[in-house]
C-alpha cells in the first residue's frame, strides 16, 4: 500500500477507499487491522477483551453530528461533563465549545481509519452501554485497568493515545487510540488548505463562521495532539 499517494477525498473522510471491515463489522484502514489484532490477543493474555466503540467515520457521519450539535439536537458537553446550552453561543465560542469533545466535518481523525474509540467487555456486563466519559476510564472506573495497559504496552503494537491530556484543544480522550505508522502518514499529508478547500466545496453547519476562524481552529483543534512517544 502506497502512503505517499493519500489524496485530499480520503484524508477527509469522502472516500472509503484502503478500508476493511473488522470482525465486527467496523471499518478501518487495511493496514491497521493486522495490528489491532495482535492489540486485542495482547489484551486478552492480561484478561481485556477489547471491544470498539466507533472506527472509521465518513464527512457525511461526521456533519450529520456536527450539525446536530450545532442546531442543540445532540448534547454538548463541557469540561466538567456539564450539557451546556449552545443556543446561547455564537461565533468562535459556539465553535470551540463544539470541538471541545466533536471533530469538524473534514478533519476528524476518524477520517483515515487509523482511530477507534475502545473500551473493555470483560470489565462490565454483557448490556453495558459505554458512556465514552474520562471516569470511567479513570481510578474506580470499570476501564481503569484497559488505561493503565495502554500506558504500558500500546507503543509495542504501534498505537498511541493523540488525546492522552487535556492541552488545551480537545479534552482528554483516554478511550481514543491511534495507529501511528499509518496515521502519521495521513497527517504529514494534511493541511489547512486541504481542509478549506473541502469545506468551501462541502457546505456544513456554521460554515461562514467556520471558515473564518478555521486557520485558528487548525492549530489549537486539529494538529495539537499528543506526541507519539518511540
Known amino acids: 500500500m502506497n502512503l505517499d499517494t493519500l489524496d485530499r477525498n480520503f484524508l477527509t473522510g469522502?472516500?472509503?477507499?484502503?478500508?476493511?471491515?473488522?470482525?465486527?463489522?467496523?471499518?478501518?484502514?487495511?493496514?491497521?487491522?493486522?495490528?489491532?489484532?495482535?492489540?486485542?490477543?495482547?489484551?486478552?493474555?492480561?484478561?481485556?477483551?477489547?471491544?470498539?466503540?466507533?472506527?472509521?467515520?465518513?464527512?457525511?457521519?461526521?456533519?450529520s453530528?456536527?450539525?446536530a450539535k450545532c442546531e442543540g439536537r445532540r448534547a454538548v458537553f463541557n469540561s466538567e461533563q456539564q450539557v451546556i446550552d449552545i443556543s446561547k453561543l455564537q461565533g468562535l465560542a459556539k465553535l470551540e465549545a463544539i470541538m471541545l469533545y466533536s471533530a469538524l466535518p473534514g478533519a476528524s481523525r476518524h477520517h483515515w481509519g487509523t482511530e477507534l474509540d475502545i473500551y473493555d467487555a470483560a470489565a462490565v456486563p454483557a448490556d453495558y452501554q459505554p458512556q465514552l466519559q474520562a471516569a470511567e476510564y479513570a481510578a474506580g472506573g470499570p476501564f481503569h485497568k484497559l488505561s493503565l495497559w495502554l500506558a504500558q504496552h500500546a507503543k509495542t503494537y504501534g498505537f498511541f493515545l493523540p488525546y492522552q491530556r487535556y492541552q488545551g484543544g480537545v479534552a482528554a480522550e483516554p478511550w481514543h487510540i491511534s495507529y501511528w505508522p499509518v496515521a502519521n502518514r495521513c497527517q504529514a499529508a494534511y493541511n489547512l488548505n486541504l481542509l478549506q478547500t473541502t469545506l468551501s466545496e462541502h457546505?456544513?453547519?456554521?460554515?461562514?463562521?467556520?471558515?473564518?476562524?478555521?486557520?485558528?481552529?487548525?492549530?489549537?483543534?486539529?494538529?495539537n495532539i499528543c506526541e507519539h512517544k518511540t
Open 65 to 67: 453530528i456536527w450539525q
Open 14 to 63: 469522502l472516500s472509503s477507499d484502503m478500508l476493511q471491515q473488522t470482525a465486527d463489522a467496523h471499518l478501518l484502514h487495511q493496514l491497521v487491522i493486522p495490528a489491532l489484532n495482535r492489540l486485542a490477543e495482547a489484551m486478552a493474555q492480561d484478561g481485556i477483551k477489547l471491544k470498539i466503540v466507533s472506527a472509521w467515520r465518513g464527512f457525511e457521519r461526521q456533519a
Open 203 to 223: 457546505p456544513i453547519a456554521e460554515q461562514q463562521n467556520v471558515l473564518t476562524h478555521l486557520p485558528a481552529l487548525y492549530e489549537r483543534f486539529i494538529i
